[in-house]
């Protein structure tokens, strides 16, 4: 099942593909065919700068839709890399267009997603002005970006991994993050005063 407005489609504008590790399922420059829906697995958007530097866009998760920007865009911006064996739903972006025209609720649907992608690179605008590394790190995880690997996690907050894997170390021996498991933190829960 797509989430919503995509879920009004019509079933023959999809596409299944099953991709192992390592499997791109498009390249940077590839012609758009459509946007994508994660039904299991883990695929990082990347893009590659003039200089070489690849830096982590978006780390999609199962339930996520991604390349919603490829809509309106001949190409892809990005290259899309399967981090772990994944299952994903290509909507046909003819279909999408077409629709966008004929329905007023689909059309007002994908506005309000791609409002809610503004907002989420705003933040991390906000997370790449923050200078220092522990205070970047642990305000990027109290904000839920610690989805993926911390290397993706480090791409993603524009910083090395050496120096997020030190804030990181940093942060849980201060007491300010506690480790829950192999790469993954959360904020130290506040102890409430409680007085009189």
Do not use: W
Not at 49 to 72: K, L, M
Not at 95 to 115: N, V, Y
Not at 125 to 142: C, D, I, P, Q
């Amino acid at each position: 099942m797509l989430p919503s407005p995509f879920d009004a489609l019509d079933v023959n504008s999809r596409s299944h593909q099953r991709c192992a590790q390592g499997d791109n399922v498009f390249r940077q420059g590839d012609p758009t065919k459509g946007i994508f829906f994660l039904r299991s697995g883990n695929v990082c958007l990347t893009r590659v700068t003039e200089s070489g530097s690849a830096v982590t866009i978006h780390n999609a998760r199962a339930g996520d839709v991604f390349a919603e920007a490829s809509i309106y865009s001949d190409h892809y911006h990005c290259d899309a890399v399967c981090f772990a064996p994944s299952e994903v739903v290509r909507v046909s972006k003819r279909a999408i267009l077409l629709r966008l025209r004929e329905d007023t609720a689909f059309s007002e649907g994908i506005t309000k997603r791609l409002a809610i992608q503004v907002q989420d690179y705003r933040q991390l605008l906000t997370l790449h002005a923050v200078k220092s590394a522990n205070e970047r790190v642990l305000l990027a995880v109290a904000l839920g970006k610690l989805t993926g690997s911390v290397t993706q996690f480090a791409s993603q907050i524009g910083l090395t991994k050496e120096a997020c894997y030190r804030a990181l170390k940093d942060l849980s021996d201060q007491g300010l993050l506690i480790k829950t498991g192999r790469g993954s933190y959360a904020p130290t829960p506040r102890v409430e005063d409680n007085h009189p």
